[in-house]
């Protein structure tokens, strides 16, 4: 029951209604109330109760959202130890800047599935469904692991493996210093200490403010749209996002780009991707465009194949539908408006009937079925990442503001004339948690970092 | 020719720096215990560097010492120079380091061991392991002896199948031309032990009146020399320190062995066993560091009666011709004369994740293995695991349960753990950056950590521990006074800040409060408000960097308390990990060999992950209530 107190988003992404935080652990209460505003203080409260105020950020006094926070004490509590739920307005916005909030006040996020462990392990959970936890974990686990895969080679990962770098050669000289004192390496100075850590400070510093201008808090559920030329992709961005962005013409192959836009789709963010047609092609600049449809196809958690209901399937398409069968696939009959020559038996004998809409892009005719197609498949669970792209940002953005706060220290520490194995401390914890981004920080790198730099030895 | 020869609690096969802590361990704690040994000439031998102690290493020193042990007692009666290092960092990473006269230290050591009551020491090589029922039941030597015991420990250093190489030359042999043990690796293998081939080396010694000093710099020892014990209060040594020499290895020096490495065994594969990254042989350095000019090399005298001198940074297995070249065209070393040839020596080593933390082998129940054999490299290292050996070896045959040092109590923690959890591909040396809690393993507080814990083992006498309790006492009284001490800004007061560069004071504060100062000592509070009674040197250190250093240890305090709670997580021996659902592949092979004993250790293994750990304390958890329901 000694736990550290956590926190996730407990209800699925979406707009329009409520998204809660829960937070479970013996500091629960102790840590939300000085957060919430109101005319009650939370730990004076009685258990089982809801209460009406706001979040407030208290270092800055700006209100991040109006809230209902209902209080658990445990053992009475789904996890038996105390809980607070933060009921947020929807959207995401509200309730990312509410759980950065709590993860900054050192509240850690929630490992997947660390609820329900923990509700297991206080004895809240039948032994009889100890399997059924264990494969919850394991299967949130699998993805999270898959989410993070993806952000190790994603744009922020590039950003911050030269930061790791600098710190880990900083931290190399350091160690020499200490454990080789007598050998002929040069001493690191205050000077050395500050100069490289305030560098990496900077620059992580330049990434909290992308943060907070909201550039990583947009990143949504990234959707591709897929089809042969002239299926009527580009029409269907178009109706989707209701402004000409990409060129639409008749003649095949138009779109070599991809064309990036965000539309809120019954509240759930998505990042579509218009792609070039899947066709093998003669056109070098065709086939550029195609090569990166390809991979664009690879990243997506929503793919949108778009097919034309008006010519008969072809060959690349046949082999699309086989390929994308069990990913999270939404086929689209487009051109209701037009005589129709499509086989679509070979299409409803492959795909459920809520995976397949009829539509019209160019007419607007159908979008509605889209939406309510996407919105299915995004709350049966059937879109995956998306989810946990979003809350691991702000575990992102807790983790970079630790790492600011650890060169901070190692820089006041280092003016302060402190002992350089002191500054150490704060030099490695920093390395550290730009490494829990990554995704990497074994301790073995930095022994192999100090013996492939530094000649040492008897 | 076999004959029953003797019966005992715990045999001691080795007589190095593990097999003496070992031995002396177990005969403190009240076991009959035999100490074997290939040769009684060279009880606690230093085949390499006549030197104790430095960062990490040091610390082990205090550790043993705290912990009741030989090696910081025998150091502070036979050094020749003493030496505190890194004194312009902080105070964790202090560290002491003697050179020793070998020769004395090994005389001192023979001479306590000869002394200790229920210790047995004789001259024979172990051959053969007695097992039955997969438990060990003693040793038979070379001559047929069949000694009997309760517990084995296995210290045999670099003798096992050890391999001296010098350039085109290889022989079996044990360190410094000694007889290697060969049998013993064939008895460890066929009882299912599985061994890996470890390589170190040593450099040449060379003739003292041959080297001239006016081309080197003097490094001598401190003025007032410290102790590694916690109990020498003076030696005798302190007034007869010897100096080292410093050099450098030349242009010539480099071009000598470029041209000779077609000869060198390291390149020339004639080394099939893994060397130490941290300890490379001069070949390898100018080979990896090929754009460093040029390379330190110190001169050590290797005791106080004899000319020998270690020449520390040149260690190397070139033939012998080259190597005298490359003496030769180091400045100082012109006209030197060769008195021992450096070499290379392989030897086979255990790999040590088939140990339990407690050091006893996982396949052999009473058996241990301590020191090179567990895959280390170093006199401390060796020593470090020899006392945890012995003390343990003691406490199964007395039916108790095993000591386990967890790596927030001290650097010996920390390389069993690492040994025992990770293993390891290279010989392994400590290093102060191996510790997570370098702030609070300091080489100052050795006693505050360990020797509770001595004294609950056995190893501390009373008298001993009174005064450590009284030094704690006292830290503790003097803390609490400066709590209370208000100094206010008078006069003397402000002047004294001013003259040490410190802000005035606005008003008037506590001892603590000033104390932080970065600038301010224990000795300028003293000056400010003098403490009632006596402290010693030591405890007013104490004092200050508890006061100085308290938001970092406090910080660190509150790691370890995350680490207890995971320790306490005990796994059940009898678990099987094949059937634990939803482990994944890795983790279930990893935890079946490691076989962690808790859900601390389970977490440092690598390839276990956050989600394995979490679905092991399901597990647990399912099997603990599934217990409880038999039960009732």
Known sequence: ?458 | MGYVAGEYDVIVVGAGHAGVEAALAAARMGCETLLLTINLDMIAFMPCNPSVGGPAKGHVVREIDALGGEMGRNIDKTFIQMRMLNTGKGPAVHALRAQADKFLYQHAMKETIEREEKLTLRQGMAEELIVEDGVCRGVITKTGAEYRSKTVVITTGTYLRGKVIMGELMYESGPNNQQPSVKLSESLRENGLKLVRFKTGTPPRVHKDTIDFSKTEIQPGDDKPNYFSYETEYSERAGEQLPCWLTYTSEETHKIINDNLHRAPMFSGAIEGTGPRYCPSIEDKIVRFADKPKHQIFLEPEGANTKEYYVQGLSTSMPEDVQLQILRSIPGLEQVEMMRTGYAIEYDAVVPTQLWPSLETKVISGLFTAGQINGTSGYEEAAGQGIMAGINAARKAQDKEPVIIDRSQGYIGVMIDDLVTKGTNEPYRLLTSRAEYRLLLRHDNADLRLTPLGKEIGLISDARFALFEEKKQKVEAELARLKEVRIRPDEATQALLASIDSAPLQNTVDGITLLRRPEVTYAHIEHFSPSPVALSEDMKEQVEIQVKYTGYIEKQLAQVEKLAKMEKKRIPDDIDYSAVHGLATEAKQKLHQIRPLNIGQASRISGVTPADLSILLVHLEHYNRVTAARSS
């Not at chain 1, 989707?240 to 759930?268: C, F």
């Not at chain 1, 465009?289 to 072809?314: C, T």
């Open chain 1, 1 to 458: 029951m000694n736990e550290d107190t956590i926190a996730a988003v407990a209800t699925a992404l979406g707009e329009g209604s409520v998204a809660v935080v829960r937070v479970s652990g013996a500091e629960a209460i102790g840590k939300v109330a000085p957060l919430f505003k109101s005319r009650e203080d939370l730990r004076d409260v009685p258990t089982h109760t809801v209460h009406y105020g706001w979040i407030r950020d208290p270092a800055t006094g700006d209100v991040l959202d109006e809230v209902l926070v209902t209080v658990m004490k445990g053992p009475r509590s789904f996890t038996a130890e105390d809980v607070v739920e933060i009921s947020t307005h929807g959207g995401v916005v509200a309730v990312q800047s509410v759980l950065e909030l709590l993860l900054r006040s050192g509240i850690r996020m929630a490992e997947p599935g660390e609820f329900t462990k923990r509700a297991f392990l206080n004895g809240r959970i039948d032994l009889a469904q100890a399997e059924a936890v264990i494969d919850l974990i394991r299967s949130k686990s699998s993805k999270a692991f898959q989410v993070a895969r993806k952000q190790a080679e994603g744009a922020l990962s590039k950003r911050l493996v030269p930061l790791k770098e600098q710190l880990i050669e900083l931290l190399a000289h350091v160690e020499v210093n200490i454990d080789y004192p007598e050998h002929d390496v040069a001493e690191v100075t205050a000077g050395v200490i500050r100069d490289h850590c305030g560098a990496v400070l900077r620059q992580v510093e330049t990434l909290l403010k992308t943060a907070a201008e909201g550039k990583i808090l947009r990143e949504g559920i990234v959707t591709a749209i897929v089809g042969r030329p002239n299926a009527g992709k580009s029409s269907l961005l178009n109706a989707l996002v209701k402004e000409n962005r990409a060129i639409v013409t008749d003649i095949p192959g138009t779109t070599r780009d991809i064309v990036e836009e965000s539309v809120t789709l019954s509240g759930i963010p998505l990042r579509l991707l218009d792609t070039a047609g899947i066709r093998e092609t003669e056109d070098v600049v065709e086939r550029i465009g195609v090569e990166r449809s390809r991979g664009a196809l690879g990243d997506a958690d929503l793919i949108l194949l778009v097919l034309s209901r008006s010519d008969s399937l072809h060959e690349e398409e046949r082999r699309l539908l086989e390929e994308l069968k069990d990913r999270p696939t939404i086929v689209i009959l487009n051109k209701s408006d037009l005589a129709p020559r499509l086989e679509e038996g070979e299409v409803r004998s492959r795909y459920p009937a809520e995976r397949i809409v009829s539509l019209s892009a160019k007419e607007g005719l159908g979008m509605e079925d889209l939406e309510r197609a996407v919105s299915k498949l995004f709350m049966s669970g059937g879109i995956e990442s998306g989810d946990a792209t979003y809350v691991s940002n702000v575990r992102h953005i807790s983790l970079l503001h630790a790492a600011a706060r650890s060169l901070q220290d190692a820089i006041d520490g280092a003016e302060q004339g402190l002992p350089v194995d002191l500054i150490q401390i704060d030099i490695a914890a920093a390395w550290e948690s730009l490494g829990e981004i990554v995704g990497d920080t074994a301790s073995e790198s930095l022994l192999d970092q100090i013996f492939s730099k530094f000649c040492l030895g008897k």
